[in-house]
């Protein structure tokens, strides 16, 4: 049979196997459909797992993304987040623009210890551009290698980070931050403040522009690395300067434990000009720490001496029951509850109220006081703003202390000073308003209009009580113990005041607290000046008083300030030229 016969015969056969309508018999239908539909099964199975497979992931990431959203940062490291540590804060400028306050930016070091080879080497290298560094503490930081980051020195200058970056030690990286500059350093310290080493306000004007809303804003993560709108603050750079350098001169001439002075707009209530010293560099807050941080001018309270004796005459005058023709009788001491009340500069004799004033005479007040009352005596100073609390910016402001229960003893000695202690700027603030016409301002360390603190003032005496405080401040300027302050070309009215310390609860007799009140020119007050020195050993013509170490402080800023403020000088009667020849 031949091959294309036997092809024929297979074909046949495979004809005749099936049925006519060219199908598969039913036993092999059977099988293939068993066959098709296991497969399809398997394929859905898979589908399904692996859906499943992925569903489960997405949920676990998905839980962790929650996870991470809910815990809050982790400050272990003492890291803070870029767009923290590159935040802005605004610049501070005086009233004339000038830069008191701004950011520069800097570089941290950090170090990942878990890829820090020989924590030994690597601290022994950094010592040689870090001298100061902490061994141990640096050596215990990179010897965790299961951390991945710790700080070991914050804001580096240029010249640091390029020689550690050419130790090329592995693991030392920096980050970027902003760093406070002070360009005049202590001028302006205690106005100022200063932030802590992340760049968060501490003290005075910083810590007042982040408590307006700057810190909140940070710590919400809205703050950024853009230049912000700066602060202008009231101050006057060039007097500024100048009353620092009158207080700093006064603690090293006089060899005081302080001094303190503030130059005040009496008719708005804006501070020109304040310093304390000792005091601190804000560049570096921590070196002025022992004494250097205390704001003696808002945050410390004094015994005011008989600058006091100013707001008992103006009391007085004001109720109506004194005038500036009566006489008071202070030829003998006063005996009061164990105490003898006597005069510094008696004069034994029959006084006016003017030269119970320029005498300064402690009985003729003491008198004074007790014909007013104690009640009205006390509703006095509060309404002046002595006993309580001042209201200004600075967050570093001193409760003043009073007597609990006020007798008349207590009457008698807070008439020439003693038993109340208040603050010396609120003293300057209450002295403002006896001259410019009976006008309590708050204090303000922000640009205020005229209009803005009318709006604001309280009237707090009559005119007419204003003119007599300013005929008797103008009166003891030229005649009494003011004259050490006196400033040719400038009539200035002024009051002294010497105050004996408490010592181990009894009064010495050798450490004073010195302070002296001032207004110029006194026939129109545009400012006031309250200086005052603390524990003075020596003064001017060897004296301890306040003549000769508050006043001294007084005259010198005026003489340098006043030109500055624009105040004319003014010789001879009538405004008229003073011809000298020479």
Not at 50 to 74: E, H, K, N, W
Not at 169 to 178: A, D, L, S, T
Not at 459 to 465: A, D, R
Request: proline residues 6%; charged residues 20%.
């Amino acid at each position: 049979m031949s091959f294309l016969s036997r092809i024929m015969v297979l074909k046949s056969k495979a004809h005749f196997s099936t049925d006519g309508n060219n199908r598969p018999n039913d036993g092999g239908s059977s099988t293939f459909e068993g066959a098709r539909k296991r497969k399809s099964n398997q394929a859905k199975s898979r589908v399904v797992l692996l859906v499943a497979s992925f569903t489960v992931v997405y949920c676990i990431i998905g839980g962790r993304l929650a996870q991470f959203a809910m815990t809050p940062p982790d400050t272990t490291s003492s890291i803070l987040p870029p767009d923290r540590l590159m935040a802005s804060r605004p610049d501070i400028v005086d009233r004339n623009g000038a830069l008191l306050a701004t950011d520069i930016r800097t570089v941290s070091l950090f170090a990942e210890p878990n890829k820090i080879i020989d924590p030994d080497e690597a601290v022994e290298e950094l010592r040689t551009v870090l001298p100061d560094l902490d061994t141990k503490g640096t050596y215990k930081k990179l010897a965790v290698k299961t951390s991945h980051f710790a700080w070991l020195r914050r804001q580096l200058t240029p010249k640091q980070q390029s020689q550690i970056l050419a130790l090329g030690i592995p693991g030392i990286g920096f980050r970027p931050e902003k760093r406070r500059f002070y360009p005049g350093g202590s001028t302006a310290a205690h106005i100022l403040g200063y932030v802590n080493i992340d760049n968060r306000g501490v003290a005075g004007m910083e810590k007042y522009i982040d408590d307006q809303g700057l810190a909140d804003l940070a710590a919400a993560g809205m703050t950024n690395d853009q230049p912000l709108q700066p602060v202008k603050l009231s101050i006057d750079l060039r007097v500024q300067d100048i009353v620092h350098d009158a207080v700093v001169n006064a603690v090293n001439n006089f060899q005081a434990k302080g001094a303190g002075a503030a130059v005040l707009d009496a008719h708005t209530g804006e501070v020109l000009a304040m310093a304390s010293a000792p005091d601190f560099d804000p560049n570096y807050p921590n070196e002025g720490a022992a004494e250097g941080w205390l704001n003696r001018m808002t945050n410390g309270t004094f015994e005011m001496g008989s600058t006091f004796k100013t707001f008992t005459m103006a009391m007085a005058l004001d109720s109506g029951k004194v005038t500036l023709r009566d006489a008071f009788d202070a030829t003998n001491p006063i005996r009061i509850g164990g105490f003898t009340i006597h005069d510094f500069h008696g004069q034994h004799r029959v006084l006016t109220v003017p030269e119970i004033f320029q005498y300064s005479s402690n009985i003729g007040t003491a008198k004074i006081a007790d014909l007013v009352g104690i009640d009205a005596h006390k509703e006095f100073l509060t309404r002046m703003g002595l006993l309580t609390k001042m209201d200004t910016e600075l967050p570093e402001l001193k409760m003043p202390t009073q007597p609990h229960v006020w007798k008349k003893i207590n009457s008698i000695t807070i008439s020439f000073g003693h038993g109340v202690s208040t603050t010396p700027l609120q003293t300057a603030v209450a002295g403002a308003a006896l001259v410019n016409g009976g006008k309590l301002i708050e204090p303000t360390f922000l640009p205020r209009s005229r209009e803005q603190a009318d709006a604001i003032a309280k009237t707090v005496v009559k005119k007419s009580t204003s003119d007599d405080i300013r005929f008797l401040l103008d009166f003891n300027g030229s005649k009494g113990s003011g004259r050490a302050a006196r400033v040719p070309g400038y009539d200035v009215g002024s009051k002294t005041g010497t105050a004996d310390k408490v010592v181990n609860g009894r009064y010495s007799h050798t450490l004073n607290f010195n302070t002296f009140l001032a207004a110029f020119p006194i026939d129109n007050p545009r400012y006031v000046i309250m200086t005052f020195c603390d524990e003075p050993k020596t003064g001017e013509h060897g004296g301890t008083i306040s003549a000769y170490t508050a006043a001294p402080i007084a005259r010198d800023i005026i003489a340098r300030a006043a030109p500055i403020l624009g105040i004319q000088p003014s010789f001879g009667n009538g405004n008229s030229a003073l011809l000298v020849s020479y």
